[in-house]
């Protein structure tokens, strides 16, 4: 191993599935002086988030935006259309399953959890089946998280509502997109989801402390069944605000507004469905890497089949501790930081030293993916953790477009 010279000084690279890495544009777009917050730029700027958050969601519906983490989203859509003693069923393919489930817990909901493990998606015809035997409709809600990050598996949401309409079940659908909104396909609209959930920092690539509900309008008649909802968390007056700081039940959260405000307009400059393939095309060139080292080692991704796996982050098996000494490497050595891994084993075990995770999310380029991918193969090299070889040559097929 090389000692004593570290090659950490430099733009470091922060590799992680949330936060993001932030554009210049939102960057500098944050660097300025408080706002007036009564009238002017902001207020105008404000007007034309909705439409444009809502472009991203692709919905033709309502969208409350939060000052709040994606814990606070998670709690706001329960908030909004279930009471105490109502009933919920999670299919769960990780650990966010488990984080939304529990919250709904905290609100006195009856929730149902359905485990389909750490490596598979959603089985749907389950899922039906378990909906089929709910004939007195006792179930008032189905969650459902698109990316789980801990695991990196992407479930089916279209399929989720197709299972739902199978068997005529009126519940209804709410997704986590926090970790797939801006990064993977998804299609509030056309694939009847009633309520999504997302936050600010992954795919939309503003700092941490903002999060949006979109919600249709069978779930606005849910909220309208309910006897109370805390004043706060209420999504009516944010989405139908008649004065300006409705938006935000009190002051604005300026700053983030004009982070995002230049978000959005970079990624309606790209394009969504150029970020889709974007994302999906650096995705390949890294399972292209991964699966060159997995030929001659330990190192494996914890989904099996692509067709499951997120395109924003990558969930990764490596001997423990090995995984711990390859994340502790390269941010001491080259300044690159990757995921820790979550949910795959409790954190004071040592099982825990054997994940990491890649966040390939949001403002990333195929730079960025090489630089990334050539980090790993450095620390695998300096910590003599055998793998395979040819992964950056794999990467850089895919990025070249050449058949692999
Ligand atoms: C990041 C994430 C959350 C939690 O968001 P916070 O902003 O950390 O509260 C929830 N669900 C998914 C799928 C996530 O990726």
């Known amino acids: ?37 009564y009238a002017g730029e902001l207020v105008e700027m404000t007007d034309t988030l909705p439409a444009d958050l809502r472009r991203v969601a692709r919905t033709q519906h309502h969208v409350a935006i ?75 809600a189905v969650l459902g998280v698109h990316t789980d990050t801990s695991t990196s598996i992407r479930n089916d949401i279209n399929g989720l509502r197709a299972a739902m309409d199978e068997v005529g079940h009126p519940a209804l ?109 650096l995705a390949r060139a890294i399972w292209a890497a991964c699966d060159r080292w997995s030929e001659g080692g330990a190192l494996a991704m914890n989904v099996a089949d692509p067709a499951l796996r997120s395109h924003a982050v990558t969930a990764l098996r490596l001997p423990s501790p090995r995984a711990t000494d390859l994340r502790v490497w390269l941010e001491e050595n080259l300044g690159l930081t990757l995921g820790i891994g979550l949910g795959m084993a409790p954190p004071d075990s040592a099982e825990w030293h054997g994940f990491f995770r890649l966040g390939h999310m949001g403002h990333v380029n195929g730079h960025m993916i090489m630089g990334l991918l050539g980090g790993i193969e450095t620390g695998l090299r300096a910590l003599d953790i055998p793998h395979g070889a040819g992964a950056l040559e794999s990467a850089a097929k895919v990025l070249a477009g050449a058949p692999s």
Not at 8 to 32: C, F, N
Not at 239 to 258: C, I, S
Not at 266 to 276: M, N, R
């Open 173 to 281: 659908l709410m997704a986590d997109c926090i970790a797939s909104l801006g990064c993977d396909r998804f299609e509030m609209d056309a694939w009847g989801v009633d309520v999504m959930v997302t936050g600010c920092q992954k795919g939309l690539m503003v700092p941490a402390g903002m999060s949006f509900v979109f919600f249709n309008d069978k779930a606005a008649e849910a909220r309208a069944r309910l006897p109370r909802i805390s004043r706060y968390w209420d999504w009516v007056p944010r989405a139908n605000p008649e004065y300006f700081y409705q938006f935000f039940g009190g002051t604005a959260p300026t700053h983030h507004l004009y982070g995002l405000r230049a978000a959005l307009d970079l990624i309606h400059a790209e394009g969504i469905e150029q970020i889709w393939t974007r994302h999906e095309t």
């Open 1 to 37: 191993m090389r000692d004593s010279v570290k090659l950490s000084s430099g733009r470091s690279y922060l590799a992680i599935p949330g936060p993001s890495v932030m554009p210049d544009q939102v960057l500098q777009a944050m660097h300025r002086a408080s706002p007036n917050i």
């Open 66 to 140: 939060y000052i709040a983490n994606g814990h606070g989203a998670w709690e706001a859509a329960l908030s909004n259309t279930l009471q105490e003693g109502d009933k919920v069923l999670v299919p769960a393919s990780g650990r966010f399953a488990y984080g939304w489930s529990e919250m709904a817990e905290a609100l006195g909901i009856n929730v149902e959890v359905m485990d389909f493990g750490l490596q598979a998606p959603f089985d749907l015809a389950r899922v039906a089946e378990r909906l089929a035997a709910d004939k007195a409709y006792e179930i008032k």
